[in-house]
């Protein structure tokens, strides 16, 4: 797909998730394959290195990674039915959020050897510009695409994502057994989006600042603390993330 005005932050933030996700596959000694084309599976990972040195029996595991900008506490991860039917026919298949919370931090501190009323003014003055920041930044989605285009665009041109100060991000994968809990407790969510029929993991901040998922019925669960560690997916003395099929605990 080439790139375009419209599609070409969402292209590079896309790539920050699949790298961010590499990088831990490989920081707990697995390897992690690009696929090329881009058939609605991202990256396959294996464990060659781990077979010929820990002496480990051949596994496979192909994630899909899928990003959402966190805004106003909340972040949606879609994932197209027809995308979704292909990853689940695959061998130990995943599905990977990372989930992108902006950061403002401003202007490097300048006046640290001012005064205490001069340095006062400063932080007042960082503090505006960050809050000023921050209210661009939700302004674009304060109206939706499908309602007014051009009122959309000019929105997200002033918030500019790229020009963000930073990110924290948060990740959660489900593997096959738990999506399939997950469309059972209607966590992953019916809804149509471009034309097209997709899948939906809506997550939101609690108020002590706790993830959790949105259901359906209005059910929130709150996601074992494992599935935002790759680790307990891949490495066998954990025994926990081919099989397990609970993901969450609900409220």
């Known amino acids: 797909m080439p790139l375009n005005e419209e599609n070409f932050e969402n292209f590079y933030r896309g790539n920050s998730a699949e790298h961010i996700v590499s990088s831990q596959i490989f920081f707990h000694g697995f390897e992690a394959h690009k696929y090329n084309p881009d058939f609605g599976v991202d990256l396959l990972v294996t464990n060659k290195a781990r077979q010929k040195y820990l002496s480990e029996e051949s596994i496979e595991f192909n994630i899909q990674v899928k990003s959402s900008l966190v805004v106003k506490n909340r972040a949606s991860i879609s994932i197209n039915k027809e995308e979704f039917a292909h990853l689940m026919q695959q061998n130990n298949p995943v599905l990977t959020s990372v989930l992108f919370d902006p950061e403002f931090i401003g202007q490097p501190s300048l006046y640290n050897n001012l005064n205490s009323y001069a340095q006062t003014l400063h932080s007042m003055d960082e503090w505006l510009d960050n809050a000023w920041a921050e209210q661009n930044y939700h302004s674009q989605f304060n109206v939706p695409r499908s309602r007014n285009k051009c009122e959309y665009l000019k929105n997200k041109k002033a918030a500019n ?91």
């Open 161 to 251: 994502n790229l020009a963000l100060d930073g990110y924290e991000s948060t990740l959660f994968w489900l593997n096959k057994n738990q999506l399939r809990k997950a469309l059972e407790l209607g966590v992953l969510q019916q809804g149509l989006g471009k034309g097209k029929d997709n899948y939906y993991l809506n997550l939101a901040k609690d108020d002590e600042g706790t993830w959790y998922f949105q259901s359906t019925d209005d059910s929130s669960y709150y996601p074992y603390i494992e599935i935002s560690h790759l680790s307990y997916l891949f490495l066998k003395q954990h025994n926990y993330g081919i099989e397990m099929e609970d993901f969450s605990h609900s409220f």
